[in-house]
Structures are given as C-alpha cells and as structure tokens.
C-alpha cells in the first residue's frame, strides 16, 4: 500500500503562491505516476498536474498553465506543487494521487492521500 501525506495548503490573497507538498511512503507497485488532483464544492474532482517519476514528463490543465508548476524529488519520495498567481477560482481542496500509467479520470487512480484545503481570497 502506497501512503501519501499531503502538507501545504493554507489561506492566500489573490496573486499570491503557495507550494504543496506529498510525501509517499513507497514508490514500489508499479506507481509510476503522481499527480495532484483538486475538487471544490459542487464540482468533480479534477486533474491538475502529474508528473512521471522517471523521465520528469509533466501534464497541466490549461487553466493553470504559467501559474503552477509540478515537480519531484525522488531522493525524498516527494512531488510539490508550485502554485503562483493564485486566483479564487482556485479554491478547493487539493489531493495527491499515483497511478500506474496516466489517465485524467480520477477513477483511474489507485492511491489518494487526505487531501490539503487552499483558499485564496480576493
């Protein structure tokens, strides 16, 4: 079992940064992909950026492309989500995932760690 610990979030102002955090316990069962989704009120849950472990390939949605930045430390274990130019419409709650092979459905994800609130006021 693949256990993710998510740290980071917190309250900003509009046009400020934060950077999230997910510390996995193992990068062994075939999880060779991370990702971080988010879900707001209301909303499914979406994929926001993911990354491979190996090759460092990277996927964004458009919405926050030139605004976040997705990265991984692999002597750590560990996959940050660098957030800038943050936007109320980026409120949610923001979960990291893995996954074995890419997919943007959520449903298609094995592991999910507990989820970090970001709230960003204008």
């Known amino acids: 079992q693949v256990r993710l610990v998510e740290s980071g979030g917190g309250l900003v102002q509009a046009g400020n940064s934060l950077r999230l955090s997910c510390a996995a316990s193992?990068?062994?069962?075939?999880?060779?992909?991370m990702g971080w989704f988010r879900q707001s009120p209301g909303r499914e849950r979406e994929v926001v950026a993911a990354?491979?472990?190996?090759?460092?390939?990277?996927w964004l949605i458009d919405s926050v492309k030139g605004r976040f930045t997705i990265s991984r430390d692999g002597t750590k274990n560990t996959v940050y989500l660098q957030m800038d130019s943050l936007k109320p419409d980026d409120t949610a709650t923001y979960y990291c995932?893995?996954?074995?092979?890419?997919?943007?459905?959520?449903?298609?994800?094995?592991?999910w760690g507990q989820g970090t609130q970001v709230t960003v006021s204008s």
């Open positions: 995932a893995a996954t074995h092979s890419y997919n943007p459905r959520a449903d298609a994800w094995a592991f």
């Open positions: 990354i491979t472990w190996s090759t460092g390939i990277t």
């Open positions: 193992e990068r062994t069962l075939g999880t060779t992909v």
